[in-house]
């Protein structure tokens, strides 16, 4: 079964990729390309956090900012990598896409946290009009947004 992801990166077709329940990655330019989920890094076990933990208000303040429409905003809380592969409007463009195969936002869930190699992860379970859905941010250990995701409920971090 496919899993729909979009990766705040770059992107070539959003439509397309958002059709196809593939993984969704951001471009700079503002087109989107359909990827392989990425793979669990076997030697760095998850481990779950409570919900309390630091990144918990940033993530839904990220997520507040989003459902405004507030990309700049967002766009400020990437790190430098992210920054330089992704605009606001970009992330705009990837949001509107996920809206269009889930429906517009109505509210969100608990968060969880979990601590992974590449940093914090942040999941909040999102309802939307069509279908659950799943905002994921992760944090790198300056507290900068290395990665965004606008998910299909349930997929296992990667």
Known sequence: MAVTRH??????SAVAAVA?????CVVADGSAAAVAPARPVASA??????????FTQPALDTLDEV?????DA???RFDTALRGQVSPEALRKS???YQLEFG???SHGEPRQTVVAAGTVVSVPLRMAKQPGEFR???DKDGRLGGLWFLRAGVPLS
């Open 45 to 54: 076990p998850e481990v779950t956090v409570p919900a309390r933990d630091s």
């Open 137 to 139: 941010v992760t944090f």
């Open 67 to 71: 459902v405004r429409g507030d990309f």
């Open 95 to 97: 949001w509107d896409a």
């Open 74 to 76: 967002v766009w400020a």
């Open 7 to 12: 990766r705040i990166v770059s992107v070539r």
């Open 20 to 24: 196809a329940a593939a993984a969704l």
């Open 104 to 106: 517009r936002y109505l």
